[in-house]
């Protein structure tokens, strides 16, 4: 129940793609693909609670299968283009049917943590103060107490104060 | 990396068959009300063991990116829900400090018009006297060094709002909190990095270490020990909260009692799981929350959200019609939750992320849930549907706070409704709001403050607790939480928490002097 299978993982790298996707905006060329979401998956996948895991497999599959029911679509999620995967997640999100807008809610916050936790892409986000170090599932290799939780030492330093930010009150 | 003294961690008892302790008092949970009753209690001279199903995590482990955040420091990842007609997120910290290591630091008494309604409606207040209350806030005050948010760390988005209600009129205030030399670095949900947070972990579960109390952590409390018709003790079992490996069973007598203060939906499951309520069927039921939305404003000026104090500014203006108005700084993964849309137009919108504020507000909803355990699964099951008139509420604090971004020269707000543009440009389409059904799933609520489940009074029949926190069914096993909160109070509950679990750990304290003395 706990580990998706490897459809599912492709699944789930096109949707969260489709939702924040590389190269969309000028201003913030980051997205899904700058990012090693197989490896945020497999975090994901081994410490969310079971009943979340088993919530992503279910809205990887009913987003998977939802474009069948859409009129103007009649192809599952997979074999759609780029702009008709957006559209099918948007007509979704705009259901009147409670659960169905909500399941790209969760794949959203899933994705969101994915991508706008790491460093460099605060950073694009004009945050001037980020983490001298990536979350530990960026890294190349589990270590032996990678599941003891965070053990990296992180160097914390003052904030960088923003001018308009810090300015009398 | 920085450790505790007295603390044994799921690593120190790794290959170990069991671990056996006794104390005078055991407290089940390190959160606001159980590391206060160890620190009143270990400074009167008691022996204190303390259990915490959390770890331990030194704050140069505490990392800024939230997820891993949520696996180190939050229950269930942040992802505990209800399960009802809509989902609120019912966020609880899961560490050593309980919610305290990640909640904003907001202090407030509680309100006099609550004490006189617990008082006049259950007959609840007869060992938290509001004088006594007001001592113990004093001694807090002072050990915790609650002081108000210095404007240095206001921050963009805590000026904005402060500016708002003075121009509306509305009264409005710094907050106060538990911080002393706040560095502004709007990481309150990830753990004080700079440990200027005086959450429990930081100061009374040291305290009372340094008192010669002991801690367990990583170690979930099952089981009541019952001896002569008393609980004489706790058996709990090592497990690593992340990865569920299981370690050994702990046991532990108290020779005194059992303090329970594992929170609103922990307490009431331990009670269940121990068979404890049968008596006034009320253990789990009568769950009462502040549930809360958000609104984003876009604003021409950078906002630069990521600075200043997490919670900053709020206005208690509107306390009597029930809600609440506070500043929140989200870490960029919740706040980015507030943009509508997915794809190329969610893209574009970063650009505007510093351009962004975020205020939050809390409802003091009329609603009663519950909270069970599953029969098969012994899983934890909160049910909790808003009443029709409270997502009226929530929707007139949407349009108040839209109302104060707009005149603050807001573009946009981002209401996040369903029902509503994602986007709204003006007051007009904003009222639109009041022509949606009264539809809890209308929106995103977060539930962070949770009361009543298993409630106090002087009637065993309506209650489940005495006045004094004692089980009515099991003598020697107390409730220090705010489980035993006949309401919800209208503000953050964190003080008064500390306020009532001091005074009943206090008076536990002067029995035993009194039968040391005779």
Redesign the interface.
């Known amino acids: 129940m706990r580990r998706l299978l490897a459809f599912e993982r492709r699944w789930f790298q096109a949707m969260v793609e489709?939702?924040?996707?590389s190269g969309?905006?000028e201003?913030?060329p980051l997205?899904g693909q700058d990012v090693p979401l197989q490896r945020?998956l497999a975090d994901f996948q081994?410490?969310?609670?079971l009943?979340?895991v088993v919530g992503l497999r279910a809205t990887l599959l009913m987003i998977f299968m939802a474009p069948l029911f859409m009129s103007g679509m009649r192809r599952t999620f997979m074999a759609l283009g780029a702009e008709r995967r957006?559209a099918a997640?948007?007509r979704m999100?705009h259901s009147d049917v409670?659960v169905i807008?909500?399941l790209?809610?969760l794949l959203?916050?899933i994705g969101?943590?994915?991508v706008?936790?790491?460093?460099e892409v605060?950073r694009s986000?004009?945050?001037?103060?980020?983490?001298t170090c990536s979350?530990?599932?960026v890294g190349e290799s589990r270590t032996e107490d990678a599941?003891?939780?965070?053990?990296?030492?992180?160097t914390?330093t003052?904030?960088?104060?923003?001018a308009?930010?810090?300015?009398?009150? | 990396?920085e450790q505790l003294p007295n603390m044994t961690t799921?690593?120190d008892v790794e290959g170990v068959q069991g671990v056996e302790d006794a104390c005078d008092y055991v407290v089940i949970g390190t959160g606001a009300a159980g590391a206060t009753a160890a620190r009143v209690l270990a400074e009167a001279g008691l022996d204190v063991v303390m259990l915490e199903e959390g770890?331990w995590?030194p704050?140069?482990?505490?990392?800024?990116?939230?997820?891993?955040s949520?696996?180190?420091l939050w229950r269930?990842?942040g992802?505990q829900g209800t399960e009802s007609?809509?989902?609120v997120a019912v966020l609880q910290g899961c560490t050593v400090g309980g919610s305290t290591a990640v909640n904003s630091a907001i202090i407030h008494r509680l309100p006099e018009q609550i004490h006189a309604e617990w008082e006049r409606a259950y007959g609840a207040t007869e060992h938290i006297a509001y004088a006594d209350l007001e001592s113990a806030w004093e001694r807090i005050e002072d050990e915790l060094r609650i002081q108000v948010t210095p404007?240095?760390v206001?921050?963009?988005n805590g000026?904005l709002l402060r500016d708002a209600c003075e121009r509306k009129g509305y009264s409005v205030q710094s907050i106060v909190r538990n911080v002393e030399g706040c560095?502004?670095?709007?990481r309150c949900s990830q753990g004080c990095?700079?440990a200027q947070r005086q959450s429990m972990n930081n100061a009374y579960v040291p305290r009372a270490l340094a008192d010669g109390a002991r801690l367990y952590t990583d170690c979930r409390a099952e089981k009541v020990i019952r001896e002569g018709g008393r609980a004489v003790g706790v058996r709990g079992r090592f497990r690593?909260t992340?990865?569920r490996?299981r370690g050994p069973e702990l046991t532990v007598r108290a020779r005194r009692g059992v303090l329970v203060a594992c929170s609103a939906i922990q307490t009431p499951i331990f009670l269940q799981a121990n068979g404890i309520g049968r008596q006034s069927r009320l253990v789990g039921q009568r769950l009462q929350m502040h549930p809360g939305v958000a609104l984003a404003g876009i604003f021409d000026?950078?906002?630069?959200c990521?600075?200043?104090a997490t919670q900053s500014v709020e206005t208690l203006h509107f306390w009597e019609d029930r809600y609440k108005i506070e500043t929140i700084n989200l870490p960029?993964?919740?706040a980015?939750?507030r943009l509508p849309?997915?794809?190329?137009a969610?893209?574009?919108q970063?650009?505007a992320?510093?351009h962004m504020a975020i205020w939050g507000v809390q409802c003091r909803m009329r609603a009663h849930g519950r909270v069970r355990r599953g029969a098969l699964t012994g899983?934890t099951i909160v049910k909790y549907d808003m009443l029709p008139e409270d997502v009226r509420l929530a929707k007139t604090a949407l349009v108040t706070m839209a109302e104060m971004m707009f005149l603050e020269g807001a573009q946009q707000v981002l209401p996040g409704v369903?029902g509503l543009p994602g986007r709204v440009s003006d007051m007009d389409t904003m009222r639109r709001i009041f022509d949606i059904p009264d539809d809890p799933?209308i929106f995103?609520a977060i539930g962070s403050h949770l009361f009543g489940t298993a409630v106090m009074g002087q009637d065993p029949r309506s209650s489940v607790v005495g006045t004094d926190g004692q089980c009515h069914e099991l003598p020697g096993l107390y409730v220090m939480d705010s489980s035993v909160f006949p309401t919800n109070m209208g503000v953050n509950p964190q003080h008064t928490i500390c306020g009532v679990s001091w005074l009943f750990a206090q008076r536990l304290a002067n029995e035993e002097r009194a039968t040391a003395a005779a």
Not at chain 1, 18 to 21: G, M, N, S, V
Not at chain 2, 59 to 68: C, H, K, T, V
Not at chain 2, 341 to 344: E, H, I, Q, R
């Open positions: 489709t939702i924040l996707p969309a905006s201003q913030f997205g945020f081994r410490h969310a609670p009943k979340i957006e997640i948007l999100r409670y807008r909500e790209p809610v959203k916050t969101c943590m994915a706008l936790g790491v460093p605060q986000l004009g945050m001037a103060q980020v983490d979350p530990d599932w599941d003891a939780g965070p053990t990296r030492p992180n914390i003052e904030p960088v104060v923003p308009s930010a810090a300015a009398g009150s | 990396m799921f690593g770890s995590i704050r140069q482990s505490l990392r800024q990116d939230m997820y891993s949520l696996k180190s269930d990842m992802f007609r809509a989902v404007d240095e206001l921050g963009r000026r560095k502004g670095t709007s990095p700079t690593r992340l990865t490996e000026e950078p906002m630069h990521w600075f200043g960029p993964e919740l980015s939750m849309g997915v794809g190329t969610l893209m574009e970063f650009g992320f510093k899983r369903h799933g995103h």
